[in-house]
């Protein structure tokens, strides 16, 4: 089965489900991401970048492929 990369809308879905409770400064704090590029990023307007990507899945203790890849 090939990985392919979800659209945007989708992967914002699934970054504000794992940000869950916590605030979007908690998670700009914890990764060095910007918090306008996090709502970027769970508002579906951008998509990260490979090194946002890794910054994001190590922080939510997943793989960049379960957040990011289907």
């Known amino acids: 089965m090939e990985n392919r990369i979800v659209d945007p809308v989708r992967i914002g879905d699934r970054l504000r489900a794992l940000r869950g409770t916590r ?3 908690v998670v700009s ?3 060095g991401l910007s918090q306008a590029r996090i709502g970027n ?3 579906g ?3 990260p970048t490979d090194e946002a ?3 994001l ?3 939510y203790c997943t793989s960049v492929q379960k957040i990011f890849f289907t």
Do not use: G, M, P, Q
């Open 57 to 59: 899945a190590n922080f």
């Open 41 to 43: 990023y769970e508002h």
């Open 23 to 25: 605030s979007i400064a």
């Open 29 to 31: 704090k914890a990764t």
């Open 45 to 47: 307007i951008r998509v």
């Open 53 to 55: 990507k890794v910054l």
